[in-house]
């Protein structure tokens, strides 16, 4: 079971591997609170995964090394557990799922681990990687549901509480619940009055409905493109931890996260991949009360595959306001556009894009419909040129792009 010698124990070990991640003011994340970000995306391999792997391999008896190891993961936890066996000189064998990121699944290969990609999601690979453990003898390194796997996760909770000992609230990623249960356990362990919050994704919600239910759930389906923790079914022992020392889990939408992993980026320079950003989103969309209190929030990861970054950033442009679309039907004669255009500008908006589209099968042979791309500061401005457009007589016929997006969906 998880003791808090153990994990005092994992700090000992990891400190020859894991890096001493910095604690990161981070003021402008929730003007109503003092937020502090735990930089784990800057840890060896990019998570805090390594943290685990390292730690339960290191307690592999000599035997238990010589059969070599086998884990399963969406990408972060393979890095940790190739990068742990190269260091025994143990030959390590992954089952990913075959939507992981490709930066994940070459990362893990450049350690010498073997990969094994499997259709489906991450609980489709784990049922792989079980068969093949048994087939081949291995053993087996859980992501999550594993005592000193949680331990090495823990010791996070261990440099929280060092670097900043008035903590009042710690957010943290749960996908299986290995971190949460780790960090909680250490940080309750210690100092009882500091509220430790989970958030998971609002499309892969296992853990969170699992409290609520009273009991374990398995998800039909995990729709997210924060993969780290797109889990179908929570960890049995990290289902007991989180009962018992986790205090709220909430849950984001994937545009909430892509606006957090937007503010990251801008605010403090600083990348961050879905699931490490979902504590910033709760946090910079008051999912939780923390409003007064110092606050850290979990960077878990920053492994993002840089072929979707483009895509997120974009949709946090959108869900913060920053880029809209707007349609307004015409009559095409000159002067139409230009009118639009000065609207726009004196409202300090700026146009990126314009399409004419005349081939409406149901409009009027003399009209169009001009379709319109443009830059702004936030929702407030974009309902001021609605408004200032509809004053000068344009009629509009649809409203900016964010009433379109589905919430919690992958995209």
Not at 286 to 312: E, Q, Y
């Amino acid at each position: 079971m998880v003791t808090l010698d153990k994990i005092y124990h994992a700090a000992y070990v990891l400190k020859r591997v894991a890096r001493y991640t910095d604690l990161i003011h981070a003021p402008h994340i929730n003007e109503e609170s003092d937020i502090y970000l735990k930089t784990e995306n800057l840890q060896v391999t990019g998570s805090f995964k390594v943290r685990g792997a390292y730690y339960k391999i290191s307690q592999l008896s000599e035997e238990e090394k010589s059969k070599g190891v086998i884990a399963c993961s969406a990408g972060n936890h393979a890095q940790g557990v190739a990068l742990a066996a190269a260091n025994e000189g143990i030959p390590a064998l992954i089952c990913m799922p075959d939507s992981a990121p490709i930066s994940k699944v070459e990362a893990t290969k450049s350690y010498g681990a073997q990969i094994e990609l499997v259709q489906g999601a991450y609980d489709d690979a784990y049922e792989r990687a079980l068969a093949l453990q048994k087939e081949q003898g291995r053993t087996f390194i859980h992501p999550f549901d594993d005592s000193d796997v949680i331990a090495g996760q823990g010791t996070i909770g261990l440099e929280i509480l060092d670097q900043l000992p008035e903590v009042n609230a710690v957010i943290v990623p749960i996908g299986g619940g290995g971190l949460i249960s780790g960090v909680s356990y250490a940080i309750k362990s210690l100092n009882p009055q500091c509220k430790v919050y989970g958030v998971q994704a609002a499309g892969a919600p296992s853990m969170a409905r699992s409290l609520k239910e009273h009991e374990q759930i398995t998800l039909e389906q995990a729709n997210t493109f924060a993969d780290g923790i797109a889990v179908k079914h929570p960890g049995d022992l990290t289902y007991e931890l989180c009962q018992k020392y986790v205090d709220e889990v909430v849950t984001v939408t994937d545009d909430e996260i892509a606006t957090a992993i937007l503010a990251l980026i801008e605010q403090q320079k600083m990348v961050a991949e879905g699931a490490g950003a979902v504590a910033v989103a709760a946090a910079l969309f008051n999912k939780v009360d923390i409003r007064g209190k110092k606050v850290v929030c979990l960077v878990s990861g920053g492994n993002i595959d840089v072929n979707i970054l483009s895509r997120v950033i974009t949709r946090g442009l959108v869900t913060a306001g920053r880029i809209s679309n707007l349609t307004i039907a015409l009559i095409d004669k000159p002067g139409q556009l230009e009118g639009v255009s000065n609207i726009i500008s004196r409202c300090g908006g700026n146009v990126v894009s314009i399409h004419h589209d005349r081939g409406e099968a149901n409009m009027a042979i003399n009209a169009c419909f001009l379709k319109i791309s443009m830059e702004t500061r936030n929702f407030e401005q974009v309902e001021l040129i609605q408004n200032e457009l509809r004053k000068a007589g344009f009629n509009l016929v649809s409203e900016p792009l964010t009433s379109c997006i589905p919430q919690g969906g992958r995209f």
